[in-house]
């Protein structure tokens, strides 16, 4: 929500705000999915949370980079197909195999 | 599904044991003699390159080990997939000390790589593809450890660090195609392009024994440390104690 002002604070092109929403609309969806399988993961252990951070990062990269870039190519005029596409791609992944993964994980660190 | 006899014998602990420690020395052997022909190929046989000189030869060491880091993360995870489908408790013991062996080969890797490229691209590390998932690697590496570490239950964690290790296997193929798929700073494959290897032969030959060598090592590694791991999980077994020579006493827990 608070991305786009803080966007203009930082003299952001107006492509590059518009493909950032864009970036987020489809990436933020993706890095709660992650982080649900993390704390499937975890939900047995005491004191997960330095060790969710460790597990869920890794996996969190690729978003953040293609992310990043759509951003940086918006910005210089340049076109963002690509790295929305893999976004997108990334998201239709994270819906299929995230809810099979994350009950597997908490029937396993809970039974 | 049924499951022939055989796979069931392998999976029994005292057989398994016993088979590694006979099959341990035929591993060990060949990779030494391998490694120190490797090591005189690359280092004396193989030509200086002609743009790097002598700084190419780092290569002997990085790709087998950059090769070894993603081949070991592929054996942990189909372990992992074993061990979970079939619950057989010995392919998590082989996940458990896959880990740490995977874990230092990428290290190396990444340590051998930014040694290579501070004097050929002017900077210890750049977030280039191939070297950002590399790094993610070793961090699920971390992670997988970790996460079996944390759970009291050995069961569980054996079970939760599996499934971990089956939503890491996701990275492999980014690892692989990054150079391919992204404009990457990191040069694309050399030795896959069979027809025509852009290699001259006298270099290629030391670094595909160094790669056989590399894995052999591996493989021995992997069957001394899963011998430990056996131990360790059926220490109050008869089996165990027998070979331990420890008097069973009272009601020794299975058999």
Same mark, same amino acid.
């Given at each position: 929500m608070l991305a786009p002002i803080l966007a203009v604070t930082y003299h952001l092109p107006a492509d590059g705000i518009r493909a950032l929403c864009v970036t987020l609309l489809i990436g933020t969806p993706t890095l709660s999915l992650l982080g649900s399988v993390g704390a499937a993961l975890t $939900?047995?252990?005491?004191?997960?949370g330095g060790l969710l951070a460790l597990l869920i990062l890794p996996l969190c990269l690729p978003v953040l980079m293609f992310g990043s870039r759509a951003t940086a190519l918006a910005a210089e005029g340049? $076109?963002? $197909?690509g790295p929305l596409y893999l976004l997108g791609a990334l998201l239709a992944l994270a819906v299929s195999l995230v809810p099979a993964t994350a009950s597997a994980a908490i029937r396993i660190s809970l039974d | 599904m049924k499951l022939p006899v055989w796979f069931h014998k392998f999976g029994s602990p005292p057989h398994f044991y016993r088979l590694a420690a006979i099959l341990t020395p035929w591993f060990y052997i060949p990779a030494i003699l391998l490694l120190l022909a490797g090591a005189y190929g690359g280092l004396v046989v193989a030509p200086p390159d002609y743009q790097q000189g002598d700084g190419f030869r780092i290569i002997y060491v990085h790709v087998p080990s950059a090769y070894l880091s993603t081949m070991v993360y592929a054996v942990m995870a189909a372990a992992s997939a074993i061990g979970l489908i079939w619950r057989m408790k010995l392919a998590h013991a082989v996940a458990a000390a896959a880990a740490p062996i995977g874990a230092w080969f990428t290290f190396l890797a990444l340590v051998t790589g930014a040694i290579w490229g %501070?004097?050929? =691209?002017?900077?210890? =590390?750049? =977030?280039?593809p191939r070297l950002t998932s590399e790094l993610i690697l070793l961090f699920l590496y971390i992670g997988y450890i970790s996460l079996r570490g944390a759970f009291d239950d050995r069961d569980k964690g054996d079970r939760a660090s599996a499934l971990l290790a089956l939503v890491g296997v996701v990275n492999l193929p980014i690892i692989h195609y990054s150079v391919i798929w992204w404009s990457s700073i990191h040069q694309g /494959?050399? !030795? %896959? %392009?069979?027809?025509? /290897?852009? !290699?001259t032969g006298d270099m290629l030959w030391p670094l595909l024994v160094m790669i056989l060598a590399f894995t052999l090592i591996f493989a021995a590694l992997l069957l001394q440390r899963v011998r430990a791991e056996v131990l360790d999980r059926e220490r109050n077994t008869r089996w165990v104690l027998d070979i331990m020579g420890t008097p069973v006493r009272g009601n020794p827990a299975g058999g």
């Open positions: $939900a047995g252990v005491r004191q997960s340049e $076109a963002i $197909a | %501070k004097p050929m =691209w002017g900077t210890y =590390w750049v =977030w280039d /494959p050399t !030795i %896959k %392009k069979l027809d025509a /290897p852009s !290699i």
